[in-house]
């Protein structure tokens, strides 16, 4: 179900001795209500798929956490953000845990906000939020391409991942997010367009591998990201957006370093340096291409001293902040 904004969340210091140039995001987050345009800050409160994965629990808490270090972000230039609420996953009557209900509730709301001409921002919240934000970017350009007959839509998918997130299972989880949209795509009749960028070879099984094979997708290894490799990843990653029309932007938090990022679901024993995603986040944002995007993972509950929070909402405010610049942007 999905709830309205508690702006309670939003909250922090006021430097009113500095004026207009001393203001925080905080002091200018509004509400959403009719705007068309802007930068719209969605909240996944769910981690049903984490659990159905048999993972560490408590990224339903996330978007809270997210938003409550974004709130003291100062302001950059004259960026239109707004506060569209939470989609929460609850339980249903015949007893199960909601999270295709959930699922369903973000690509509706997520089709509804690009539909006005906003550029959603997902915090999250479980990775299986990726099945939501992709169906909400599909429905949109599908529903283009079926009225102005324009071509069908190249969507290139960049996630940001130690994991594939392509499993094979009875029922969907934080783990087959990817694989359904291959599917997905597959009954569209559109290409699957997937890069995944921080795989580790310690934490995706040979089945992983070959069904990532099977599909077309392009994927780095963690251990080929290193300093050495920035200038090739990046590279990659600019042949991979050139084939494509829209760009889908997954930031899977457990892709960093457990130091860096110790709040997630499954901590990454190696990782990738926060400076090199950073540069992947800005490349991707300044591309033209980038019409949606969400950070996952994110879990209070095994967070130390706020740390991954804090990750999260620099990267947060890097996308919004790229994004605000692209002429024509919200």
């Known amino acids: 179900m999905r709830i309205q904004p508690d702006m309670a969340t939003w909250q922090g210091r006021v430097d ?27 909240g996944f409160a769910c981690d049903a798929g984490v659990a159905r994965n048999h993972g560490r629990t408590g990224a339903g808490d996330g978007p ?30 015949c007893g199960d845990d909601g999270l295709e209900q959930a699922q369903e509730a973000l690509a509706s709301t997520l089709d509804s906000l690009l539909d006005r001409g906003l550029f959603p921002l997902v915090l999250g919240g479980g990775h299986e939020m990726a099945y939501g934000s992709f169906g909400g970017l599909a429905r949109h350009l599908a529903r283009r391409h079926a009225e102005d007959g324009t071509p069908a839509p190249r969507i290139g998918i960049i996630n940001l991942d130690a994991h594939f997130d392509l499993r094979m299972a009875d029922r969907a989880s934080s783990g087959t997010p990817f694989r359904q949209i291959a599917q997905d795509c597959a009954a569209r ?4 367009n997937y890069c995944c960028l921080g795989v ?23 251990v080929d990201m290193g300093a050495p490799h920035f200038a090739q990843t990046l590279e990659q990653l600019a ?7 829209h760009v889908y932007l997954t930031l899977c938090l457990d892709v960093l370093p457990a130091s860096v990022a110790p709040g997630v ?13 950073e ?52």
Request: charged fraction near 25%; glycine fraction near 6%; charge should be neutral.
């Open 16 to 42: 009113e001795a500095e004026g207009e140039l001393g203001r925080r995001w905080h002091q200018v987050v509004k509400p959403l209500a009719d705007e068309s345009d802007g930068i719209a800050f969605v």
């Open 64 to 93: 809270a956490a997210i938003r409550a270090m974004l709130s003291n972000m100062p302001m950059r230039g004259r960026m239109r953000l707004f506060d569209a609420g939470d989609v929460r996953c609850h339980p249903t009557a």
């Open 189 to 192: 009749a559109w290409p699957f």
């Open 200 to 222: 580790s070879e310690f934490a995706n099984t040979e089945a992983l591998f070959a069904r990532a094979r099977s599909l077309g997708a392009v994927w780095r290894r963690d």
């Open 239 to 245: 042949a991979f957006m050139a084939g494509v029309d």
């Open 265 to 277: 679901s499954a901590p990454a024993a190696r990782g990738v340096a926060l400076e090199l995603v």
């Open 279 to 330: 540069s992947i986040v800005d490349a991707v944002a300044r591309s033209g291409k980038l019409r949606i995007a969400d950070i996952a993972e994110m879990n209070p509950a095994f967070d130390i001293d706020a740390h991954t929070a804090r990750v999260a909402a620099r990267l947060a405010a890097r996308v919004v902040a790229e994004v605000a610049a692209e002429p024509g942007s919200p």
